[in-house]
């Protein structure tokens, strides 16, 4: 209806609050993941947005000119459909870089779970290869101890017998 009514404005100074409230947080979150393009497609529609919303005027900070307590209580001559394509592009571009940062926490976590199931294919394997050397460990000793239980025998009476010498071969 190319008007901005007093009536809708309160509505639409909560969603530009909202919006204003998570950029800091979304523009963290897309740094942290070195996620450039989207993210500065993401700043520029938010500026647009604001700048259309602070009447053509280049916005800085705070609330846009439309939507200020100043201006709430009177209507304000708009072109409806620019307003709306506004705001599209500002959610489409919101919607682009959280979608990139999705997918750049997906490639990371996706990329940990593989090193943590690496990881536990080697300690598994690192067990088994353990619990073998223990078995033949304890084989081996087993073996020394009967060795040396047959030369205790053999040299307890200072003579080899012939079962004695059998035993040798």
Request: net charge negative; glycine share 4%; charged share 20%.
């Amino acid at each position: 209806d190319n008007m901005l009514s007093a009536n809708e404005k309160s509505g639409e100074r909560d969603r530009w609050n909202v919006i204003a409230s998570e950029k800091s947080g979304i523009d963290a979150q897309a740094t942290a993941y070195g996620i450039t393009t989207e993210k500065t497609d993401y700043d520029t529609a938010f500026q647009t947005l604001a700048t259309y919303l602070n009447n053509g005027t280049t916005w800085a900070s705070g609330i846009p000119n439309w939507i200020a307590d100043a201006n709430l209580s009177v209507n304000t001559a708009i072109d409806g459909t620019t307003y709306r394509s506004k705001w599209k592009g500002y959610y489409d571009a919101k919607t682009a870089l959280l979608n990139a940062i999705y997918a750049k926490a997906k490639v990371l976590a996706d990329n940990a779970q593989g090193s943590a199931n690496t990881a536990l294919t080697n300690a598994a394997t690192a067990q088994a290869t353990a619990s073998n050397a223990a078995t033949a460990a304890s084989n081996a000793q087993t073996s020394a101890n009967t060795a040396n239980s047959a030369i205790s025998d053999m040299t307890s009476d200072d003579k080899v017998t012939a079962q004695e010498k059998q035993a040798m071969k």
